[in-house]
């Protein structure tokens, strides 16, 4: 491409910008929802913190986690979620435009599907809609500075308000029709079995305890 002759149509290669991200660098998408003050209001969201939204925002996210690819954590406060994608990812061949666009539209779509779980008496009453940005990190200190909005140097480690979403084994139990011998065909057994799921934690994910138990997440 770069070898390519100029010629006056070079212009129009600007208009299909290779969006593919760097090697070796974290993915963060960060979503944040659209003009959410308005929509705050005309839904009734208790203030400061709604926590039917914040609920909805991380059951949402938990979604986008097991519909897509390679996401190995999440991170949310308040009307917007940032999601990293694991550094070696080649998902869409990383290009930035697929990533934005899946999370975007599919964590749109949950926040409409699962609204009623969470908004039982409070109807929607308009299509809400997110916008996403595609940035790289480096290391961890620019996922939590430039992702988290937490400068990593000057925070003091303490407790902060915002949801935190890991991959961990949980046991699932469910009943199940088995094949049993014949005298207890038909029978139900309750089975289970170890699932991976993104679980929310209200962790501290700024002091290097976090990160020395989750190393999976910097691999
Ligand atoms: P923009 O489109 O630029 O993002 P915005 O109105 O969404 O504009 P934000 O800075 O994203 O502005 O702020 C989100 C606003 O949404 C908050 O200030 C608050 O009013 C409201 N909000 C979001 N989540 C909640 C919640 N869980 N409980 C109460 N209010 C919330
Ligand atoms: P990808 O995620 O890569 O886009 P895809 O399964 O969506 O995979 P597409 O090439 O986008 O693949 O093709 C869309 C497919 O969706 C069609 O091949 C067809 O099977 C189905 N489809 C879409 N719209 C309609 C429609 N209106 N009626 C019937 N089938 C449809
Ligand atoms: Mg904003
Ligand atoms: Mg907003
Ligand atoms: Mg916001
Ligand atoms: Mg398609």
């Known amino acids: 491409r770069a070898t390519m002759a100029k010629s006056k149509f070079e212009y129009v290669r600007d208009f299909e910008a290779d969006d593919t991200c760097l090697a070796h660098c974290w993915v963060v998408v960060r979503l944040d929802g659209r003009n959410f003050h308005r929509f705050a209001e005309k839904h009734n969201f208790?203030?400061?913190?709604?926590?039917?939204?914040?609920?909805?925002?991380?059951?949402?996210a938990q979604t986008v986690m097991e519909e897509l690819e390679d996401i190995v954590i999440a991170y949310g406060q308040s009307d917007e979620y940032s999601?990293?994608?694991?550094?070696?990812?080649?998902?869409?061949?990383?290009?930035?435009?697929?990533?934005?666009?899946?999370?975007?539209?599919?964590?749109?779509?949950?926040?409409?599907?699962?609204?009623?779980?969470?908004?039982?008496?409070?109807?929607?009453?308009?299509?809400?809609?997110?916008?996403?940005?595609?940035?790289?990190?480096?290391?961890?200190?620019?996922?939590?500075?430039?992702?988290?909005?937490?400068?990593?140097?000057?925070?003091?480690?303490?407790?902060?308000?915002?949801?935190?979403?890991?991959?961990?084994?949980?046991?699932?139990?469910?009943?199940k029709e088995v094949k049993l011998p014949v005298e207890m065909e038909g029978k139900k057994m309750a089975v289970t079995r170890t699932r991976t799921k993104p679980v929310p934690l209200h962790c501290d994910i700024i002091g290097d305890a976090f990160w020395k138990e989750h190393p999976e997440i910097l691999d």
């Open 83 to 175: 999601f990293v994608f694991k550094r070696k990812s080649n998902w869409f061949k990383r290009r930035a435009s697929k990533f934005m666009t899946h999370v975007a539209s599919q964590f749109a779509s949950s926040y409409v599907f699962y609204w009623r779980d969470y908004f039982e008496d409070q109807p929607l009453l308009y299509p809400p809609g997110f916008d996403g940005r595609g940035t790289l990190a480096a290391d961890k200190n620019e996922i939590l500075f430039s992702e988290f909005n937490i400068n990593y140097n000057n925070e003091p480690p303490m407790y902060r308000k915002g949801t935190v979403l890991l991959w961990q084994k949980v046991d699932e139990v469910t009943t």
């Open 46 to 60: 208790a203030k400061p913190n709604d926590s039917r939204a914040l609920h909805l925002m991380t059951k949402c």
